[in-house]
């Protein structure tokens, strides 16, 4: 018999502001929700920046090192789980497509961006330092920003995800 692999849906979990999207501290998350260890599939985007913490990934069955300054993206419906050899840490944003989509007159808008591509080898992707410290500022300030009750603070963080975007895209293309 054929194992099934579950699909999780952005409202399974705890959101931040609304239902379309959670951004979390990744110790916090990965030790909050263990059972997304094993293979899974999500019906929403998510990415993962590791800051600390060492061990294996998989993506659409294909194995990447965890290991700080190691970002990946990842589209809706694609297969993943973690195997983590030393405690992880690091920033995570899971979004639904009509989350970000809202905010942009182009709906394709992401396409542009190699790393949602739906490719793992072009998802995953070690940043240099001075990427990794720009991301980092950047995530914290989408993290400060969830704890405002003002729903213009909203827009703020889609702004922020794109220019954690075009960063990423910027280092890449070094």
Known sequence: MKKTIPVYNIQNFTAYKN????????????QQYQHLHTAHRHSFYHFVF????????????????????????????????WNFETKPD????NFSASYFSSFLLEQ??????????GKPEEQVLVLDHITSQRLISIFEEILSEG????SINDDLVKVLMLRLFI????????
């Open 19 to 30: 239902d379309g999207i959670l951004v979390s501290r990744f110790g916090h998350y990965a």
């Open 50 to 81: 590791f800051t600390h913490g060492s061990g294996t990934q998989q993506i659409d069955f294909k194995t990447f090192d965890v290991k700080p300054n190691l970002i990946y993206f990842m589209l809706p419906g694609q297969v993943h789980s």
């Open 90 to 93: 690091g920033y995570l944003i």
């Open 108 to 117: 394709e808008y992401l396409a542009k961006f190699v790393f949602f591509s």
């Open 147 to 150: 704890n405002t009750a003002l």
């Open 167 to 174: 960063e990423v895209s910027r280092s890449s293309d070094l």
